[in-house]
């Protein structure tokens, strides 16, 4: 059955020339997964937006939006904020209450449910998510994955029929993204909750979805079954596709959508079929760096007060001149600690620091740049160029070199725009430039790829490679371990308060078992030889013809 | 603990705490005020052993002090001169007054430091919400607000210490425009951000229609006793002082300090109001302790 | 609307005026008069606020600035009594007008304390910050708020005026006992502090206050709030 449909929908913001959507005719079928996606900017917020009455985007809308037939405007507006759930992308700014008992109620009070019904329902929800402790904890003592299983579930007790999912994982840890997506695919096999879901992470949902719908240019360029999706993405999109998917397809011809692998088990059975050996003339990863230390750390202790755990303990680190160092490790390990020390920001209580072989108590911070996981706290003023002239001023740089900068990366048609107004991407770019006024030796990131497209990703990792070419250091944190794969010369892994590894970064995937990249899990201990990125198995694999065994 | 004070219906904590403010206000009498500060010191230990009351002694000795010393200074009012200093009489009567003061002030701020104990800000919440509904979800919103602008403000002064702008060091002119700023970024930020909080709120159906409450605290039978308790020795209170039993005549001439036949009463009524807590939260101490021992 | 502009202002006025003039009258029954100058000038604007439709966005941008009011001290608390939340509060209330004021300057108060635990002076300074926002935001759009010699003054003087009404708790516990000299004493005995108050709102309002008001008018037409600047 039809649950919500638009019909020829066209919408545009005030004040904007371009249209945000152009004849968008779309459908949501009782039941359904399904998964929009596209890449930024391309009208995906929008449209589920318009599916939310209460929302009440401002622009200008044409064309109709159903729901089970009648018109949303014509339906009852208690019952549509009652059956069409929302939950957004940001866990932290749609939680409204102090503690997760209130955050729950909260939707039922809006709607006027008696206590008694209301003590009924969290009863069971408790019961099902399994949140007896977390019923009487403060909300901002929550992790982003509970955080966000508390919308879920402050919405679920409203009873939806269809949820609605605005890049629900972006901000999320790898583990808790997989969790909250199982968690998804349970409700809707378990409830027959229709869920449509906006995301960038494919990985998992290839397998769960049952409709896939890619939206560009405020248009739907399809609107398919993941198998059939997979021809669609070829070619031109395909960074959106599961790497299990990828590296079929970097070999084999997309003719036969049918036997495309979306997961690691699919592909270790395809691969199981293959004649791969190593290229021969493989020639070694660039060796050209020399392996100088720039920094040093040395048993490293550090506690936040005097009563609670040590973050930080013996903890001992190198990082070498001119790498891309990233610090892997799950939450709570200690890895945004270990930056702060790094950039000077906090004093270990015990250990050495030196910096280019000498001693030092802390870091100088004018020789280190640090990207925060949120650029805009970086701005100070109303436009770029209000922001980069105080800092060329600071740094004793003319305007002129100031500008040579901002050409290098292609910024100067956004000089005149107020940071807020600038998409992720953009942002992190101009954060990044007003650091390098700076000019410093050594540049620390953390998180950046958090909430970015696939491509928007390749862009900011040409943009960090250019920046390490002239000589700058590199220190990442991260979770992303696909990014890491592909982009970093080193690894370190952080577990309770130590860096219990630092490798080479295929070495370092190629010996984990859990840890590491999906085509480094299909691809470890077979008959095959082990990569760990697609990239790598394009230039290493050598595949001979298909065994025929396999047909 | 379920069952001692604090787990009275906020109406009637609430009921109690007024009752006591009001009581320590006309009872201006040395013994009644004595005794109330001293019953309210028990009170203090019995709910946290004293913690919160510690952290105020300075402020409640300061003050003493500085109504006991300065009473007798500037009131002039009195017939018993005891001392002349500067050519200032001290009267007797205005250090009792003095005292009086002290006691008051005393009696009242260990009264809040219970307070905080005691009416939790859900209950706080609780109540405000019945009087001023949508006032109180603007204070909730705000205080859900409060930890994640924390965690922002230090993430602000991270950020922008990298960059040079700090409040670690240089002029206080300075330091404080550079605080200043890190307010705004927090306010240009959370604004942003803010939108999307309104639309959770929104998307969940806030203001389609009029609210129900959750009724996290139910009336219950031993609510209704502890009512009546306080009404009633409410009302004996303010009979006595009525009667000028539990207040201490000044003026025109000073009173026997002394208390007498039924003054007694009275204390005795306002010693059972003050020490509600005492009994209600002592009895569930008790009770532990011999169903440890039994064990 | 305007009626009731006009019977908050006149409020107001008699009540300065009368602690002006005779300070004594108020010292004497100042329990009296403040209980009703109380519920005289609040309460209807707090009533009509409580029974206002307010927009889940209205409700979540005042929140937003009572919060803000009351964690801006924290980076302050190395440098004693410098704090921003009276400015914090101006700012927003010539923003967003009187009733927001009210609502944001009590709220601060009340959330401040809420943290730090309850005190005898709660409700003093609910009102002091209450009405601090108040008549900032009645006088917003007159020349009084728009020329910032005019917002300066304001500022300083609050400062002070803060500083007395917060003092008046501990009369109050004194159950009008204690005489004016006290009042006067415990006045001067806090000098510095509102001394450093109130400098420190000329401070944050010269230097911030239009910036503030920009930035908060931006978001007032971002959000599509306040319309009618109630």
């Known amino acids: 059955m039809e649950l919500l449909s638009a019909r020829s929908l066209n919408f545009t913001y005030p004040k904007s020339s371009d249209q945000a959507l152009?004849?968008?005719?779309?459908?949501?079928?009782?039941?359904?997964?399904?998964?929009?996606?596209?890449?930024?900017?391309?009208?995906k917020s929008t449209l589920v937006r318009l599916f939310k009455q209460e929302l009440e985007l401002h622009g200008e809308r044409i064309g109709e939006i159903k729901y089970k037939g009648a018109r949303l405007?014509?339906?009852?507006?208690?019952?549509?904020?009652?059956?069409?759930?929302?939950?957004?992308?940001?866990?932290?700014?749609?939680?409204?209450?102090?503690?997760?008992?209130?955050?729950?109620?909260?939707?039922?009070?809006?709607?006027?449910?008696?206590?008694?019904?209301?003590?009924?329902?969290?009863?069971?929800?408790?019961?099902?998510?399994?949140?007896?402790?977390?019923?009487?904890?403060r909300t901002s003592e929550l992790s982003g994955g509970e955080k966000q299983q508390v919308n879920l579930a402050s919405i679920l007790l409203l009873d939806p029929k269809i949820l609605i999912l605005d890049e629900p994982t972006a901000q999320l840890d790898p583990i808790a993204a997989k969790d909250f997506i199982h968690l998804l695919k349970q409700l809707n096999d378990e409830f027959g909750i229709t869920i449509v879901i906006v995301e960038h992470r494919l990985n998992e949902l290839f397998s769960i979805a049952n409709r896939i719908v890619m939206l560009d240019k405020g248009q739907i360029k399809f609107d398919a079954k993941p198998r059939d999706a997979i021809k669609l993405f070829y070619s031109k999109m395909d960074a959106y596709l599961p790497e299990a998917s990828q590296l079929y397809l970097a070999f084999m011809e997309a003719k036969e959508a049918s036997n495309v692998p979306f997961t690691v088990k699919e592909s270790k059975h395809w691969l199981s079929g293959m004649d791969i050996t190593l290229r021969s003339t493989v020639d070694e990863e660039e060796a050209s760096y020399i392996n100088k230390t720039l920094l040093e750390l040395k048993e490293i202790d550090f506690r936040y007060a005097k009563h609670t755990k040590p973050v930080l303990s013996n903890l001992s680190l190198a990082v070498h001149e001119g790498e891309w160092l990233a610090i892997l490790g799950g939450n709570g390990t200690g890895k945004s600690t270990l930056l702060k020390i790094i950039a000077g920001l906090k004093t270990s209580q015990h250990g050495k620091i030196k910096y280019k072989g000498k001693k030092i108590k802390k870091m100088d911070q004018k020789r280190i740049g640090y990207l925060p996981q949120n650029p805009k706290l970086y701005f100070l003023h109303e436009t770029l160029q209000e922001e980069y002239h105080a800092l060329g001023e600071k740094h004793g740089k003319s305007d002129d070199e100031v500008f040579e900068l901002v050409k290098e990366f292609q910024m100067e048609s956004l000089l005149h725009r107020h940071p807020y107004d600038l998409s992720g991407g953009e942002l992190q770019r101009a954060a990044l430039v007003g650091i390098l006024i700076g000019n410093p030796e050594l540049l620390l990131l953390d998180e950046p790829t958090k909430g970015l497209d696939p491509a928007f990703k390749d862009e900011f990792a040409k943009v960090i490679q250019s920046v390490?070419?002239?000589?700058?250091?590199?220190?990442?944190?991260?979770?992303?371990?696909?990014?890491?794969?592909?982009?970093?010369?080193?690894?370190?892994?952080?577990?309770?308060?130590?860096?219990?590894v630092t490798e080479k970064t295929?070495?370092?995937?190629?010996?984990?078992?859990?840890?590491?990249?999906?085509?480094?899990?299909?691809?470890?201990?077979?008959?095959?030889?082990?990569?760990?990125?697609?990239?790598?198995?394009?230039?290493?694999?050598?595949?001979?013809?298909?065994?025929?065994?396999?047909? | 603990m379920p069952r001692g004070f604090r787990s009275f219906h906020p109406f009637v904590l609430m009921l109690y705490y007024i009752a006591v403010i009001a009581g320590l206000m006309i009872n201006q009498h040395p013994f009644f005020l004595l005794a109330a500060f001293i019953c309210l010191v028990f009170v203090n230990l019995i709910l946290d052993k004293g913690v919160e009351l510690n952290k105020w002694k300075y402020m409640i000795l300061f003050l003493s002090l500085f109504v006991l010393v300065l009473t007798p200074i500037f009131n002039q009012q009195g017939n018993i001169v005891l001392w002349t200093v500067f050519s200032r009489?001290?009267?007797?009567?205005?250090?009792?007054?003095?005292?009086?003061?002290?006691?008051?002030?005393?009696?009242?701020?260990?009264?809040?430091?219970?307070?905080?104990?005691?009416?939790?800000?859900?209950?706080?919440?609780?109540?405000?919400?019945?009087?001023?509904?949508?006032?109180?979800?603007?204070?909730?919103?705000?205080?859900?607000f409060v930890p994640l602008f924390r965690k922002?403000?230090?993430?602000?002064?991270?950020?922008?210490?990298?960059?040079?702008?700090?409040?670690?060091?240089?002029?206080?002119?300075?330091?404080?425009?550079?605080?200043?700023?890190?307010?705004?970024?927090?306010?240009?930020?959370?604004?942003?951000?803010?939108?999307?909080?309104?639309?959770?709120?929104?998307?969940?159906?806030?203001?389609?229609q009029k609210r129900s409450n959750y009724e996290s605290y139910a009336w219950k039978l031993r609510d209704s006793y502890v009512l009546i308790y306080i009404i009633a020795f409410s009302l004996l209170i303010i009979i006595g002082w009525q009667l000028h039993e539990s207040v201490l005549m000044l003026a025109p001439t000073l009173e026997s300090i002394a208390l007498e036949g039924n003054s007694w009463f009275y204390l005795i009524g306002w010693i059972s109001l003050i020490s509600l807590p005492i009994w209600t939260e002592g009895k569930e101490v008790m009770k532990w302790s011999f169903y440890q021992r039994d064990l | 609307m305007a009626n009731e502009k006009g019977i908050t202002f006149v409020g107001v006025a008699i009540f300065f005026l009368l602690l002006m003039f005779f300070p004594d009258l108020i010292i004497e029954h100042y329990l009296f008069i403040s209980i009703l100058f109380i519920i005289a000038i609040l309460m209807p604007s707090i009533i009509r606020t409580s029974r206002k439709n307010?927009?889940?966005?209205?409700?979540?941008?005042?929140?937003?600035?009572?919060?803000?009011?009351?964690?801006?001290?924290?980076?302050?608390?190395?440098?004693?009594?410098?704090?921003?939340?009276?400015f914090v509060i101006i700012a927003s209330a010539i923003a967003l007008g009187p009733q927001s004021g009210l609502i944001i300057g009590a709220s601060a108060a009340l959330i401040s304390n809420m943290l730090l635990g309850q005190g005898p002076w709660t409700p003093w300074q609910m009102v002091s910050w209450g009405m601090i926002g108040f008549v900032a935001g009645l006088f917003a759009k007159s020349f009084f708020m728009k020329r910032l010699t005019w917002r300066l003054i304001y500022g300083f003087i609050v400062g002070f005026l803060f500083g007395w009404v917060m003092n008046l708790w501990i009369l109050f516990s004194g159950f009008g006992e204690l005489n004016l000299e006290t009042f006067i004493l415990l006045n001067t005995s806090s000098f510095?502090?509102?001394?450093?108050?109130?400098?420190?709102?000329?401070?944050?309002?010269?230097?911030?206050?239009?910036?503030?008001?920009?930035?908060?008018?931006?978001?007032?037409?971002?959000y599509g709030v306040f319309g009618d600047g109630g």
């Open chain 3, 192 to 222: 510095y502090f509102d001394l450093a108050h109130a400098l420190s709102n000329v401070f944050f309002l010269f230097l911030f206050s239009g910036v503030w008001i920009k930035i908060l008018n931006r978001f007032k037409e971002k």
């Open chain 1, 506 to 551: 295929t070495t370092f995937l190629k010996e984990n078992n859990y840890y590491t990249t999906m085509i480094s899990r299909i691809t470890k201990d077979s008959h095959v030889p082990t990569v760990v990125t697609v990239e790598e198995a394009k230039t290493h694999w050598l595949m001979k013809k298909e065994l025929l065994s396999s047909v």
């Open chain 1, 468 to 500: 390490r070419k002239s000589g700058v250091t590199i220190v990442m944190v991260t979770h992303d371990i696909e990014f890491a794969a592909k982009h970093v010369t080193r690894c370190s892994m952080m577990f309770q308060g130590d860096v219990i």
């Open chain 3, 54 to 86: 307010m927009t889940s966005r209205e409700m979540v941008m005042l929140a937003v600035l009572a919060a803000i009011a009351s964690v801006s001290r924290i980076p302050f608390a190395s440098i004693p009594s410098v704090q921003p939340t009276t």
């Open chain 1, 22 to 43: 152009t004849n968008i005719d779309f459908n949501v079928n009782e039941g359904d997964f399904m998964v929009l996606c596209g890449p930024s900017g391309s009208g």
């Open chain 1, 73 to 137: 405007e014509d339906n009852d507006p208690f019952l549509l904020a009652k059956e069409i759930g929302m939950v957004f992308q940001d866990p932290e700014n749609q939680i409204v209450m102090n503690t997760v008992m209130e955050e729950l109620l909260f939707g039922m009070e809006n709607l006027g449910f008696s206590s008694n019904e209301m003590r009924k329902k969290v009863a069971e929800i408790v019961h099902y998510f399994g949140f007896h402790h977390l019923l009487h904890q």
């Open chain 2, 152 to 208: 922002r403000l230090s993430d602000i002064q991270d950020v922008q210490e990298m960059k040079g702008v700090s409040m670690k060091d240089g002029k206080l002119r300075e330091k404080a425009q550079n605080g200043m700023l890190f307010i705004q970024i927090l306010l240009t930020y959370s604004l942003e951000e803010a939108i999307q909080t309104a639309d959770s709120m929104s998307a969940r159906g806030y203001g389609l």
């Open chain 2, 89 to 144: 009489e001290i009267y007797l009567e205005a250090i009792i007054q003095g005292f009086m003061i002290a006691c008051t002030l005393s009696g009242i701020l260990a009264l809040f430091t219970t307070f905080s104990i005691v009416i939790t800000s859900d209950k706080f919440l609780y109540m405000f919400s019945k009087v001023f509904p949508k006032w109180a979800l603007i204070l909730m919103l705000a205080l859900r």
